[in-house]
């Protein structure tokens, strides 16, 4: 009923940046919050970022300065810009949504597939 669908991860050099985005489509009512959060190798999967609706922002303390998420409700759309990356920034980037569904009641829950973001020299 409802797809997430992220672009923008790659390879880059310590240092770079990239941009991802995630497009939310489907019968979607309204959404609540958007974010984003990682998976390295071997780790658990851990936020990055989200935001509501209405704008407000949270960042996991480390991304705080480097990365900055917006969104566009129009097109239901969030981006992160990944500034200063790192060689331990390297991990799968997974796309979350917090959202209503036209004729349901309950909140859902969406991921993306995820994008891989590489950082290195």
């Known amino acids: 009923q409802v797809r997430l669908v992220e672009s923008g991860g790659g390879l880059v050099q310590p240092g770079g940046s990239l941009r991802l985005s995630c497009a939310a489509s489907?019968?979607?009512?309204?959404?609540?919050?958007m974010g984003w959060y990682r998976q390295a190798p071997g780790k658990q999967r851990e936020l990055v970022a989200t935001?509501?609706?209405?704008?407000?922002?949270n960042y996991a303390d480390s991304m705080k300065g480097r990365f900055t998420i917006s969104g566009d409700n129009t097109k239901n759309t969030v981006y992160l810009q990944m500034n200063s990356l790192k060689p331990e920034d390297t991990a799968v980037y997974y796309c979350?949504?917090?959202?209503?569904?036209?004729?349901?009641?309950?909140?859902?829950?969406?991921w993306g597939q995820g994008t891989q973001v590489t950082v290195s020299s």
């Open positions: 935001i509501t609706s209405g704008g407000t922002t």
């Open positions: 489907g019968r979607i009512f309204s959404i609540n919050f």
């Open positions: 979350h949504a917090n959202l209503n569904i036209a004729g349901r009641p309950e909140t859902f829950v969406y």
